[in-house]
C-alpha cells in the first residue's frame, strides 16, 4: 500500500486543475490529472465517463470560455488511505462568447463540487481525479452577471 494521501496534495491537484483549465492547458495535461480508466465526471452539459469524452467536452469549452479564473476558496477531504473523497468551493470567472454574438458575456459565480481522488505515478501531483461532479449544488451567480 502507498502512503496516505495529505491535505496539502489535494489542494495542489486542485490548483493545478484549475489552472490548467484557466490557461487552455493542452489536452494532453489535462490527462494526466484523470484516472484512465475509472473516470466519471458531471457538467451542467452532460457526463464525461472516458478521455475521448473528456476532449470533446474540452475543445467545446475552451472554444467558448476565455479569461477564465478559478479562485480555490475551500478544500475538505475525508480521506481513506490512496483515496479520499473531497468538498470543493470554488469561485469562477471567465467569458462566454457563443458565434454569432456581437458581444461576449462576463459570467461569475460560485461552484460547490464534489471530487474523489487516488493515489497516482503519472503526474508530479501524486494524485488523479475518479469522480468530479460540477454540480454537488446550483451555481450561485454573482448579482449582475451572465448565468449559463
Same mark, same amino acid.
Given at each position: 500500500?502507498s502512503?496516505?494521501i495529505?491535505?496539502?496534495?489535494i489542494?495542489?491537484l486542485a490548483v493545478?486543475? *484549475?489552472y490548467?483549465?484557466?490557461?487552455?492547458?493542452?489536452?494532453e495535461?489535462? *490527462?494526466k490529472?484523470?484516472a484512465?480508466?475509472?473516470l466519471?465526471?458531471?457538467?451542467?452539459d452532460g457526463?464525461?465517463?472516458?478521455l475521448?469524452?473528456?476532449?470533446?467536452?474540452?475543445?467545446?469549452v475552451?472554444?467558448i470560455?476565455?479569461d %477564465?479564473?478559478?479562485?480555490?476558496?475551500?478544500?475538505e477531504?475525508?480521506?481513506?488511505?490512496? %483515496?479520499? %473523497?473531497v468538498? &470543493?468551493?470554488v469561485?469562477?470567472?471567465?467569458n462566454?462568447?457563443?458565434a454569432?454574438?456581437?458581444?461576449?458575456?462576463r459570467?461569475s &459565480?460560485?461552484?460547490t463540487?464534489t471530487?474523489?481522488?487516488?493515489?497516482s @505515478?503519472?503526474?508530479? #501531483?501524486?494524485? %488523479?481525479? @475518479? *469522480? *468530479?461532479?460540477? @454540480?454537488t449544488?446550483?451555481?450561485? #451567480?454573482a448579482?449582475?452577471?451572465?448565468?449559463?
Open positions: 500500500m502512503k496516505p495529505t491535505q496539502e496534495e489542494e495542489r493545478a486543475w *484549475y490548467a483549465l484557466d490557461i487552455h492547458a493542452p489536452i495535461e489535462c *490527462y490529472l484523470l484512465d480508466p475509472g466519471r465526471m458531471i457538467f451542467p457526463d464525461i465517463t472516458d475521448p469524452s473528456f476532449k470533446t467536452w474540452y475543445d467545446r475552451t472554444n470560455f476565455f %477564465e479564473n478559478h479562485y480555490v476558496n475551500s478544500v477531504a475525508k480521506i481513506s488511505g490512496d %483515496e479520499a %473523497e468538498q &470543493m468551493i469561485g469562477w470567472q471567465a462566454l462568447w457563443v454569432p454574438e456581437a458581444k461576449s458575456r459570467l &459565480m460560485t461552484a463540487q471530487w474523489r481522488v487516488r493515489r @505515478t503519472k503526474n508530479a #501531483y501524486g494524485l %488523479e481525479i @475518479t *469522480y *468530479y461532479n460540477a @454540480t449544488k446550483p451555481f450561485e #451567480y448579482p449582475g452577471f451572465a448565468w449559463l
